[in-house]
């Protein structure tokens, strides 16, 4: 039973067009072609990554974020209690003003002290600037030499200039060492992002990003198996291309570098737009899902190849939208880019704020919890 389902899941008429099936991948002639299990090889590759970032996080990343001045700021811990330590863990980080008024009679806090209590605890659990900088130099180190190195193996390649000929001879294409290489390095990396990301910081598109990783070592994988090589290597480059240009504007960002950051930053918006929604849908994508239909009838391999260019395009519009609209914000003035997906720490000078709001609702008769609202002029408590 089990060998009749593998049998058919990987006929060939289902990966390959008419005519052609895995017997062509079959090496001859000391010419080889990828194989299933030449993937296991990236296993190991992710976990010496995962090593490897480690040991340059605390010997590369620490000491290059002392030089370039990365501080973090000194944060106010919540002073303990277990009353609402039990709350936001249980139940929320965020509480409503219900929940707020319910708390300050458990805890003979005031509104403004349980406000305060919850900011600093939310604060707490942020990461630091010095954790994001190490982040993005790793990154940033990865991208730059995956980008130049892919540029070498592939500026010489016929295809690399004329993109059909990625289709030349398909599927007997023979796999060459650069190749080889190339995609091993780039799925091991890919798998230790997916492995790394319960400890990484969790930004606003943590889910895209998660989409985005299985998307992309899915596309990686599959590519390799059939054979789809020589464009699965030009995503890949296209990829790279403004990956270290934006992880070099964070760092510069976590830094203070004002308009070092802002520099970069234009100029990754400018490549990611170039390379992401113009490059990679107009050529690459409709070489690979325009022209062939002109070679082969369409199979399912092909909508399953192409279907996985499609998510990616998707959450490139969407990572440009935001991108634009970092770009507008900073732009006019000379605010230093905000990273969107981020999170920033809250401050206590917030409280100014919430005292408007509750001065409000005193004005209309409310009362909280059988407290007069607090006034600017007094005395802050913690």
Known sequence: MLSRVYELIWADWIWFPEGHGWADLTDHDDVVFPKPRDLWATIPIALCFLVIRQIFERTVATPLASLLGVSDKKRVCASPNPVLESFFCSTSKHPTQSSIESLCKQTDFSVRQVQRWFRRRRNQERPNKLKKFREASWRFTFYLVAFFAGLAALIDKPWFHDMKLMWDDFPKMPLLPSQYWYYMIELGFYISLLLSVASDIKRKDFKEQIIHHIATISLISFSWLVNYIRGGTLVMLVHDASDYLMESAKMFNYAGWRKTCNFIFTLFAAVFIFTRLVIL???????????????????????????????????????????????????????IVEDERSDKDETDSEDEGEDGELREKSKNGHVQNGHTPLNNNHRKID
């Open 281 to 335: 849908p107009f050529w690459i994508i409709y070489t690979t899902c325009v022209y062939p239909l002109t070679l082969y009838s369409p199979f399912p391999g092909f909508y399953f190849f192409n279907g996985l260019m499609l998510v990616l395009q998707v959450l490139h519009i969407f990572w440009a939208a935001l991108i634009l609209r970092m770009v507008v914000k900073f732009l006019p003035g000379k605010d």
